[in-house]
Structure formats: structure tokens, C-alpha cells
């Protein structure tokens, strides 16, 4: 059973535009909320999280909003590159466990 | 230098054979996962380890065996291999205390035919 839900799929962006990519969760332990970003062929790696005491954190062109009472949280890519096609995943799991919840995967395509 | 590193990068092997895949990490942390990724590049957790003790272990069919020689490497035996072991399987670190960042290894590709 998966406790984080991430859609869409898939999206596909033109270069400069805005990617979102919606994740929801039911468990109200889950208390670290990372997103990961996943180049072909390679590990997924940190790209920016979140802990649900803020409503939203930004680094760069990343962009991540919290919405705790809805059990939401999504990330935006603004000025979409290029460079940022990949598959994103967000995750989440309580403070004191290891048990790290993906969803299921958004693949972007940034289109030149 | 590689912090999670992972060996071999590529396998392919019969059905029915023995294979084991070997992590090591130099980020001086406590707790090593193993993470399989499906065709559908779906994340599950198999195993975790915190300083050498087995603390996560998902049900996982039991021709999985982890081992953690030390708390710096985490391998992977696989018995019997069948063709849906297919799969990317991902070595990762994290420090000792939970919540915190998990680092990926490149992944070792499976592929049993």
C-alpha cells in the first residue's frame, strides 16, 4: 500500500515554464517531507525537503508548499531548464523511523 | 570521491543462480538501507542496518539475506535468482538518527533471464 500519492505521471514543460508535481499522505506521523531527483541511469539524490512546521520552502528555482491541515505538499520547478528532466519523487516518514515512503514518480520533460 | 558505492553496476544471470551485490559507503554513517526500483521506477525499501543491526527488513521474499560486515559496508545475497528479482537495487546511507537525509548509491542493475 503506498502512503505517499504523487501525480502526475508524467508532464512535459517548455523551457521557462512552471513543472508541478501534487503528492498527498493520510499518515500524520510522517513528519520529514524530501523530495529526490533521479537522472537516468543514476541514484536518486536530495534535491529539497521540508519539515511541516512551514508552509513553504524555497531554493533556487525549487520550490516546495505544505499544506498540513489537507495533507498536501507540492513541489514547483519555475523557469523549467532542460537540465531539470527527470524523474521526481517525493517522500515522507515519521521523525524517529527509517522507513523513508516514496511515491510513485513524476517524470518531466523539459522541452527546448 | 564516490560517498555511496556500489559493485557490480551491471548484472545478467540465469534463473536459478547465486548472486550477491556489494555496498560500501564513506560518509561515515550509521545506518545503510538496501531499495529495490521496479520497472515502473517504484522505490521500496528492503532492508535497513543501524550500526550493524538489522532494523528494517520488509517482506522480502527469504532468498534475500543482507549482511553488514561492518557498519560502513551493506551486501546483498540473492538465492535462486528469479526473473522478477529483475530490477535496479540501490544502496543508500544515512546518518545514525532517523528524519534525516538518505544518500544514494548509482544502483546495480539486475537482470535475470
Known amino acids: 500500500q503506498q502512503q505517499v500519492k504523487q501525480s502526475p505521471q508524467s508532464l512535459i514543460v517548455q523551457k521557462g515554464g512552471i513543472s508541478i508535481i501534487n503528492c498527498a499522505y493520510e499518515n500524520t506521523a510522517f513528519d520529514y517531507f524530501p523530495w529526490y531527483q533521479q537522472f537516468p541511469g543514476k541514484g536518486p539524490a536530495l534535491l529539497i525537503a521540508i519539515r511541516p512546521d512551514v508552509s513553504e520552502k524555497k531554493e533556487g528555482r525549487f520550490t516546495i508548499s505544505f499544506n498540513k491541515s489537507a495533507k498536501q505538499f507540492s513541489l514547483h520547478i519555475m523557469d523549467s531548464q532542460p537540465g531539470d528532466s527527470a524523474t521526481y519523487f517525493c517522500a515522507a516518514y515519521p521523525l524517529d523511523d527509517y522507513k523513508l515512503s516514496f511515491g510513485a514518480g513524476t517524470t518531466v520533460t523539459v522541452r527546448a | 570521491d564516490t560517498a555511496v558505492s556500489q559493485t557490480p553496476k551491471y548484472l545478467v544471470t540465469q534463473m536459478g543462480n547465486d548472486k550477491s551485490i556489494k555496498c560500501e559507503q564513506n560518509?561515515?554513517?550509521?545506518?545503510m538501507y538496501w531499495y529495490k526500483q521496479d520497472s515502473k521506477k517504484f522505490l521500496k525499501i528492503m532492508f535497513s542496518y543501524n550500526n550493524k543491526e538489522l532494523i528494517i527488513n520488509e517482506t522480502v521474499p527469504n532468498r534475500f539475506s543482507p549482511k553488514s560486515p561492518d557498519k560502513a559496508h551493506l551486501n546483498l545475497h540473492i538465492n535462486s535468482l528469479e526473473l522478477g528479482d529483475s530490477a535496479v537495487y540501490f544502496c543508500?546511507?544515512?546518518?545514525?538518527?532517523?528524519?534525516?537525509?538518505?544518500?544514494f548509491g548509482e544502483g546495480s542493475w539486475l537482470t535475470v533471464v
Open positions: 560518509l561515515g554513517h550509521d545506518t
Open positions: 543508500a546511507s544515512s546518518p545514525g538518527t532517523a528524519g534525516n537525509t538518505i544518500y
